[in-house]
């Protein structure tokens, strides 16, 4: 495959994942928002404050699953010398 054709295919799974991950994110923070109580400005300020936590919990997860996968590559490298 041409290197063009590479960068076409890698352009386009990250245009999905990126629109998947916002779609998600969307539809996670309206979820939290209205949980189980009436629609009140206390209820939406309520919510929003555990959206942007439950938001903030996936972000750090996954920058630890990001640091572990990048540990295991290095560890994986240096192991066979490249």
């Given amino acids: 495959m041409e290197a063009r054709a590479c960068a076409a295919m ?6 999905t994942a990126r629109y998947l991950g916002s779609s998600l994110g969307v539809a996670v923070t309206v ?7 009436p629609a009140t400005a206390r209820a939406a300020a309520d919510g929003a404050n ?7 919990v996936l972000c750090v997860l996954g920058a630890a699953g ?5 540990a295991a590559q290095r560890r ?3 192991r066979h010398g490249s």
């Fill in 10 to 15: 890698g352009s386009g799974a990250n245009n």
């Fill in 31 to 37: 979820t939290l928002m209205g949980l189980g109580r």
């Fill in 50 to 56: 555990h959206a942007v936590l439950a938001a903030t």
């Fill in 66 to 70: 990001a640091l572990a996968v990048r």
């Fill in 76 to 78: 994986v490298s240096a």
